[in-house]
């Protein structure tokens, strides 16, 4: 029925429904007389309507209403019995539920308690079970200022309740301002809060619900925390270590709450700072406006506090007696404002900053400053700086922003020229200077955050390459003029790194400039050898100086593939890293960055990937182990760190890898499985790009073991777990080359593992889009030529295998091609030489079946001449012996084809013996070889010892049938 | 072709650009300041979420296939609210969206399991509230899904009544307040809609 015609109809039953029903039929004959089937229409739903009666959906599927209980559906608890504990009277209520006052009523002794009984909607198991695992360190918190957790349980109506140490006393706030409390009084008051929140922090609790009615002062003068550790019981996504909104009042909630991010003791300290606020100028850091939880929301993540000198002026001028008028009233607004302005305001503000690391590193600095204060002596905290307020801005009017950033480095050239005319003149010295400063700062913000705040926008590539470019040349001229400033140099090496890694970064989304990452990188670390040059005993430009080295290592290595380069950056960071590190054990940054030093210097020996490696595994075990240790350490100077969790599990994935090279699959399996499980326990809901990557690479090779284990069918099925979990996250990020490269390794390993279960077709389709999309790519980088290589080798695997053995010979011949400008273009580390060889192997013996045993010698012979010095250099290496081996069973199958006789080659009965050696040397090499899979980890598919041992046997018995014939 | 591990952790880890809740945020604000679009797009992601949790229950149903309405909303309740509780206006836009869901979720299970009896009998629905035994719906509630779509296309306020009384069990005062309307209006349009809807079902049932 029409919209139009529907409302015809209702209005007419509307109407006779308003009737007696005996009335209707009567209405109807007349409203509907030049309309019968209107009538007919609504004849029929008044039928219905009498039909349908009273019951008909009239009982409702879900009362969301009392499910939610409310209103009233709250029973009463008072006198009743919760395990032995009695309940007297209602104390409170909140988001979470109610607390009530009880005794214990088991006659054993008469003990007051505080039960905080928690509302209907969470989940009980789960809130029990968080209860059970945090009681044993809640119980250690005996401290005066802190009210015990005694116990908890459930309800008989499955209610979770918790028995808490039951404090009498009033809210800090009110409690301050009955007793009129002056400033200083305030501040001691606070400063014990605090003590106690130290005093948890150093046993690992944090509080993450500090607000006024939290603390309460006694009759005594005794401030009192309650519910230390409760928000964690009772918050589901606690195990995180972040945490959601709950229905509380955000008021006290930190950014970082807020926005559901990771929480730290900084996230007490932040509302320690909103209650110190409050204590001072009895206001929320927040406008007035500020009311409903959305408005809260947003201003605590965006809004900037008021001072409170400012905010002192407000409430008094808002909250003044009628008695006090004028003069006295003007009076006690001023000297508030003047006792808060400096100090105080910079205090509090700083414990409220937006960003936890800009906070106060720990409530014994907020103490200290506050100490410090009370003494008259000077205080830490500072106001922050115009550039970052300028940066604030910035990032909050992004869009708007990203059109005015051209603009702005057009007006920033104008300004470097008069800056440049202006110096001559000596008379305009300082001016000229001031601008100097504009464009520096200008230059900087260019950088670090007109970039930035752009560089999310769809098609804002091109503009984010001139913002860099520009900003680079600006920085450049200014360091010409100023000689060997070295603020500024470091403000320039600091600008180059930053602009290198997103032209070339192998791990971030970037521009893919690589010849300019190239140059960027370069001049960064060369200013930063200047510094050390300058300052050979600062310790922190050593620091960074080991820094850019790293990241240098990570290019020449990652994206060049030049692995020997890379290794002698890394050692270079190692060795300064190492160092500093003796002489200051706790610095975290130390700590970590040796640890990605470490960690490299385990893959540049291991190989990651189609990264190549100098191919010495058991250096690079030691290199992780070290890595490990040193990551263990750096957690324990920040146990919070995800970035430091996260590196756990690649140094476990790698120790996989390491351990597979070394023939112990089954360790491998056990390595890559540890290393699953700690990168969901670091990021469980698969919100961190780069873990929930490494999560599906670690897929990816848990099912390289089951392929080479035989277990095909699983390995399809892994291989296609992995790439559909990248392609997720291709559409969340196209543009990052790293998930590009990983949609082609991940679809080209689907393809070979059907290829491998006789899924040729299938297998086919996969391999082509992989060759696909890397010919796609607009600069081949010798890792693409690398995947290019091997996918053209698996394509001709499927091809032979449906008999079009020319086709293959052609992808074959492709492979090698691919590989060859691979090396050419600098790949020619120890993998990139057993790529080569795995890839001539490959073609040798396609070239030996088409029945050219000639071509096929030569490039076996070409092989024997890598991997037989490479051997040397590494005696047990297992990549290459598995490559030399098969190269040595394919020599054996040529001269046994020889000494079958071709047309070419007349038999010759010596072949016999020359193809046993070959055999032999092939079983000499293998017996080198742990536990031999069919795939080595460099991809290359061999004859197993068996197979050679059966071939062997076969030639022994036709040169001695040769042998008996002679005679 | 082995994938290399990305070394992740100290140099730079990009969180996801936009995460479901970051967009949950940004549609409620939206739908606040009156897109009346955004509501549309915000109900696939929360629901999302809470489809799982309404599996978690759904598994554990008894033999009878009675659902545990009230702990699911419980759950759900919490879910959302920790969701997004800043943004939810009030009460009225929480039951919206809430009721809105539960008909999904409802509905969404029937029909699995109607599919899974590959086209035998009709299932019907069995809900349980904590002290009430279970209750049969006399109805397909799939059906009456299928009716309200085609209420909709009629009167979209009339089959937003009815989801969001038999669905979220609003009273008429409730009802009225969510979508802006007089009581009189929603008991009006309620007593219409109800004498199509029962139509419509027993036709559709007695095909």
Redesign the interface.
């Known amino acids: 029925?029409?919209?139009e015609r529907?409302?015809e109809v209702?209005e007419v039953?509307?109407a006779a429904?308003a009737l007696p029903p005996a009335e209707r039929l009567v209405y109807l004959d007349k409203i509907c007389s030049h309309d019968p089937e209107l009538r007919s229409e609504v004849e029929?739903?008044?039928?219905?309507?009498e039909?349908?009666g009273s019951?008909?959906?009239n009982?409702?599927?879900?009362?969301?209403?009392?499910?939610?209980g409310e209103p009233g559906l709250r029973s009463t608890w008072i006198g009743r019995r919760i395990g032995v504990y009695q309940i007297e009277a209602e104390i409170g209520h909140g988001g979470m539920g109610e607390v009530y006052r009880a005794v214990r009523a088991d006659g054993q002794y008469k003990k007051e308690v505080a039960i905080k009984l928690v509302r209907?909607?969470?989940?009980t198991a789960a809130v029990l079970e968080r209860f059970l695992h945090e009681r044993q360190i809640l119980a250690s918190l005996d401290h005066p200022n802190i009210a015990r957790l005694y116990d908890g349980g459930t309800t008989q109506e499955r209610l979770p309740f918790l028995v808490m140490e039951l404090i009498e006393g009033t809210p800090i706030d009110q409690y301050c301002d009955e007793h009129e409390l002056a400033v200083n009084e305030r501040l001691k008051l606070f400063t014990q809060v605090c003590a106690a929140v130290q005093f948890a922090h150093q046993r690992l609790v944090i509080h993450r619900d500090i607000k006024p009615s939290n603390i309460l002062v006694t009759a005594d003068g005794i401030p009192k925390l309650l519910d230390f550790g409760i928000a964690k019981i009772l918050d589901?996504?606690a195990k995180a270590e972040t945490t959601?909104?709950?229905?509380m009042t955000?008021e006290y909630a930190s950014p970082e709450q807020?926005r559901?991010e990771a929480i730290t003791t900084a996230t007490d300290v932040y509302s320690l700072g909103v209650v110190l606020y409050r204590l001072l100028t009895g206001y929320s850091p927040y406008p007035e406006s500020t009311r409903?939880?959305?408005e809260?929301?947003?201003a605590i993540c965006e809004v900037e506090p008021t001072k409170p000198s400012v905010a002192v002026a407000r409430s008094s001028l808002l909250e003044v007696t009628p008695q006090a008028h004028g003069a006295a009233r003007e009076k006690t607004c001023t000297r508030q404002q003047r006792r808060l302005k400096g100090d105080l305001d910079n205090i509090v503000l700083k414990a409220l900053r937006k960003e936890p690391s800009r906070r106060y590193g720990s409530v014994e600095q907020l103490v200290e400053d506050i100490r410090r204060h009370l003494q008259e002596l000077p205080v830490t905290a500072t106001p922050d700086s115009v550039s970052y307020r300028v940066g604030k801005f910035v990032r909050r009017h992004a869009v708007g922003v990203a059109a005015v950033a051209l603009i702005l480095v057009a007006v920033a050239g104008g300004i470097i020229a008069t800056a440049r005319q202006a110096r001559i003149a000596e008379a305009n010295r300082r001016r000229a200077e001031a601008r100097f400063k504009d464009v520096r700062k200008l230059a900087n913000s260019l950088i670090f955050e007109v970039h930035d705040s752009i560089a999310?926008l769809a098609g804002a590539t091109a503009a984010r390459k001139l913002i860099l470019q520009r900003a680079l040349e600006y920085l450049d001229s200014l360091s010409k003029e100023s000689g060997n400033e070295q603020d500024l140099m470091r403000e320039l090496a600091t600008a180059y790194e930053r602009v290198g890694?997103l032209q070339g970064?192998p791990?971030?989304?970037n521009l893919g400039d690589i010849k300019g990452a190239a140059i960027s990188l370069k001049k960064a670390v060369e200013l930063r050898e200047s510094l050390t040059r300058l300052n050979p005993t600062n310790n922190k430009d050593q620091v960074e100086l080991a820094v850019a080295y790293l990241?240098f290592a990570?290019f020449r290595s990652g994206i060049l593939g030049n692995i020997a380069s890379g290794l002698d950056y890394n050692n270079r960071a190692i060795a300064i890293l190492d160092r500093v590190r003796v002489a200051d054990p706790g610095n975290f940054r130390v700590l970590?960055?040796d640890?990605?030093a470490y960690?490299?210097l385990g893959?540049l020996h291991v190989g990651?990937?189609?990264?190549g490696s100098i191919g010495t595994v058991k250096e690079g075990i030691d290199g992780l182990q070290k890595a490990l240790e040193l990551d263990h350490s750096a957690l324990q100077v920040n146990p919070n760190s995800?970035?430091?969790?996260?590196?756990e599990s690649?140094i476990i994935?790698?120790l996989g890898?390491a351990t597979s090279k070394l023939g112990d699959r089954r360790a491998a399996l056990e390595y890559y499985r540890r290393g699953a499980a700690l990168f969901r326990a670091v990021d469980p809901k698969g919100?961190?790009?780069?873990?929930a990557?490494?999560a599906?690479?670690t897929d990816?090779?848990i099912a390289?073991i089951y392929l080479a284990d035989g277990r095909t069918d699983d390995a399809v099925a892994g291989f296609r777990k992995?790439r559909e979990a990248v392609l997720r996250?291709a559409a969340?990020?196209p543009s990052n080359q790293?998930v590009k490269?990983?949609i082609?390794?991940?679809t080209?390993?689907l393809g070979?593992a059907l290829v491998e279960g006789g899924r040729i077709d299938e297998g086919l389709k996969y391999l082509r889009e992989?060759i696909e999309r890397i010919d796609a790519e607009p600069s081949l980088t010798p890792l693409y030529k690398i995947?290019q290589s091997?996918?053209h080798g698996?394509v001709g695997e499927g091809l032979e295998r449906k008999g079009k053995n020319a086709n293959a010979l052609t992808e074959y011949e492709e492979g090698k091609e691919a590989i060859t400008s691979a090396r050419a273009a600098g790949a020619n580390d120890l993998r990139s030489q057993v790529y080569y060889c795995g890839s001539t192997d490959r073609l040798a013996e396609a070239l030996l079946k088409s029945g050219s045993p000639t071509e096929a010698r030569k490039q076996f012979e070409e092989c024997r001449g890598i991997l037989e010095p490479l051997l040397q250099a590494n005696p047990d290496n297992e990549e290459v012996l598995y490559a030399l081996a098969e190269t040595y069973t394919g020599e054996g199958d040529v001269s046994v084809r020889l000494a079958k006789g071709t047309q070419q080659h007349a038999r010759n009965s010596s072949d016999w013996n020359a193809a046993s050696e070959w055999y032999q040397k092939s079983l000499n090499t293998w017996s080198k070889v742990r536990n031999p899979a069919w795939i080595s980890?460099s991809?290359i598919e061999v004859r197993l010892p068996a197979e050679v041992s059966q071939k062997l046997a076969e030639c022994r018995a036709q040169r001695s049938t040769k042998v008996a014939m002679l005679n | 072709?082995?994938?290399?591990?990305?070394?992740?952790?100290?140099?730079?880890?990009?969180?996801?650009?936009?995460?479901p809740?970051n967009q949950v945020t940004e549609l409620?604000?939206r739908w606040?300041s009156g897109d009346k679009a955004a509501l549309d797009s915000l109900m696939p992601l929360v629901y999302t979420e809470l489809r799982r949790i309404a599996n978690r229950y759904l598994q554990g149903e008894r033999s009878d296939h009675t659902l545990q309405?009230?702990a699911?909303?419980?759950?759900a309740?919490?879910r959302m609210?920790?969701?997004a509780?800043?943004?939810?206006?009030n009460r009225a836009h929480f039951?919206a969206v809430?009721?809105q869901l539960?008909r999904q979720i409802?509905v969404d299970h029937a029909r699995s399991h109607r599919a899974s009896k590959r086209g035998g009998d009709v299932y019907k629905?069995a809900?349980e509230?904590a002290e009430e035994q279970p209750?049969v719906?006399?109805?397909d509630?799939v059906a009456l899904d299928d009716a309200l779509k085609s209420l909709a296309?009629?009167?979209e306020q009339q089959s937003r009544i009815?989801e969001l009384?038999?669905?979220?069990?609003?009273s008429v005062e409730?009802t009225a307040d969510v979508l802006g309307v007089s009581a009189s209006t929603v008991k009006?349009d309620w007593?219409?809609a109800?004498?199509?809807?029962?139509?419509e079902l027993?036709r559709s049932a007695a095909i």
């Open positions: 029925m029409r919209p529907w409302q209702r039953l509307d429904l029929s739903l008044l039928e219905s309507h039909k349908a019951v008909f959906l009982s409702p599927a879900v009362d969301l209403k009392s499910a939610l209907g909607g969470y989940d589901p996504a959601l909104l709950r229905p955000p807020v559901g409903t939880p959305l809260f929301a947003r999310d890694a970064d791990l971030d989304p990241d990570d970590a960055q640890t990605r960690t490299n893959f990651n990937g189609a990264t995800i970035q430091l969790r996260g590196q690649v994935l790698l890898d919100t961190r790009a780069n873990v990557l490494n599906a690479v990816g090779k390289d992995s996250q969340a990020d790293t490269q990983l082609i390794t991940s080209g390993q070979h992989a995947y091997i996918a698996w980890t991809m | 072709m082995p994938s290399r591990i990305l070394r992740v952790c100290l140099w730079g880890d990009k969180t996801l650009q936009r995460g809740s409620l604000v606040r309405s009230t699911l909303v419980h759950e309740y919490v609210t920790e969701q509780l800043p943004q939810w206006q039951f809430a009721a539960m409802l629905l809900l509230d209750k719906l006399d109805f509630i296309l009629m009167d009815v009384k038999f669905f979220g069990g609003l409730d009006r007593t219409t109800r004498a199509w809807l029962y139509r027993n």
